[in-house]
């Protein structure tokens, strides 16, 4: 018998801090920095979005979701067997954030660690944690993605610092002989490096390079429609579905029209998307369990539904998860 994984705990996490575009406006109008909140609106589909409080780090944020995770499948965390994060914001160089979640959570012994693939985190470690499952080395799985963006931004530079916010959301997977995830596509190209990155690193005691995010809006936003289109299809085809099975598509929350043009090209209607880049902005590899867990806790995501996650992020790298909730 076939054995897959299936989700039977979501949660999430927002800081408590919240700026509506005119909040933010406001702040970086104080360093000479002009937006607004109509820009924001009519370019991205943002109206606000969640910073960490100074005190908070990535694993902070990571735990919080992960408690209500594991709350919403009525587990303990000593009953989890595997825990993956999807972040490229870390407390620290080392140890992983991962190991940081399990010490907070009050366990310890199984194999925790952190998978970087920027945006598309989430739906790499899912992958990853299915594939686990499916192979027998895991039973119970916490598969999270956390960040605290709010750190690598330049809020001198008004064409990336107005799309990013901070959160987390987390699932619980669990080995099942019913589906479960059903099919699962990913993707990456390094020749793309250059057009979504955080070029400064650690080097030698000090910082060496730019430590703040760099992105070239416009070659991210032409890659992602194309990408997100090709990756969604591919996971439809493996699965031996097509467009019209699709009950919800759970995009990265990165832009509404990059999300808008991608169900327009699989035929569905604005209806069938879950979107809270509006109110969460860019989480980065948290922005899809996010968006998840908003529409599970709200009552629109029903148990037997067909869900397409799909993420594109710095790397390249995309990837889509098709499954049966
Ligand atoms: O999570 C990873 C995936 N990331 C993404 O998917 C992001 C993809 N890219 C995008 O979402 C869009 O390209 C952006 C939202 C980043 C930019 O939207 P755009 O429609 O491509 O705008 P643009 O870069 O062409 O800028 C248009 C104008 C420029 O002014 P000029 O040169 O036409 O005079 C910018 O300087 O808008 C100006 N601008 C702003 N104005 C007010 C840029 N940022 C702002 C701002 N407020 N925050």
Redesign the pocket.
């Known amino acids: 018998m076939r054995i897959y994984s299936r989700i039977i705990g979501t949660g999430s996490y927002l800081p408590e801090k919240r700026l509506t575009n005119a909040d933010l406006a406001a702040e970086l109008a104080q360093q000479g920095v002009?937006?607004?909140d109509d820009?924001?609106v009519e370019?991205?589909g943002i109206r606000a979005r969640h910073f960490a409080a100074d005190h908070q780090a990535c694993s902070d944020l990571a735990t919080e979701a992960a408690r209500k995770a594991l709350d919403a499948a009525g587990l303990a965390a000593h009953d989890i067997d595997l825990i993956i994060v999807g972040t490229s914001t870390p407390d620290m160089v080392f140890p992983s954030v991962a190991t940081m979640v399990q010490h907070k959570l009050g366990t310890a012994g199984c194999p925790a660690f952190d998978l970087q693939a920027?945006?598309s985190g989430f739906i790499y470690a899912l992958t990853v944690a299915d594939a686990m499952i499916q192979s027998g080395s895991a039973k119970r799985a916490l598969v999270i993605g956390a960040e605290v963006f709010s750190r690598i931004l330049d809020f001198k530079d008004?064409?990336?610092c107005?799309?990013f916010g901070d959160g987390a959301g987390a699932v619980v997977l669990e080995a099942s002989g019913e589906p479960g995830v059903l099919a699962t596509d990913l993707h990456a190209d390094g020749k793309y490096k250059d057009i979504?990155c955080v070029p400064g690193h650690v080097n030698r005691g000090g910082i060496l390079g730019d430590p703040v995010l760099k992105?070239d809006?416009?070659a991210?936003?032409k890659l992602?429609v194309g990408v997100l289109e090709e990756t969604a299809r591919a996971s439809l085809a493996k699965a031996n579905l097509t467009d019209a099975d699709i009950d919800w598509l759970i995009p990265?929350q990165?832009?509404i029209?990059?999300m808008q043009s991608t169900a327009k090209k699989l035929k569905l209607g604005p209806d069938k998307v879950v979107v809270t880049v509006d109110q969460h902005g860019?989480t980065?590899a948290a922005s899809i369990p996010l968006a998840l867990d908003t529409a599970v806790r709200d009552g629109r995501i029903q148990r037997g539904q067909t869900l397409m996650l799909e993420g594109?992020?710095?790397g390249f790298t995309w990837g889509s998860v098709l499954l049966r909730y």
């Open positions: 002009e937006t607004s820009w924001i370019r991205t920027v945006c008004r064409t990336t107005v799309l979504l992105m809006g416009q991210v936003f992602a990265h990165a832009n029209r990059i860019n980065s594109v992020g710095g």
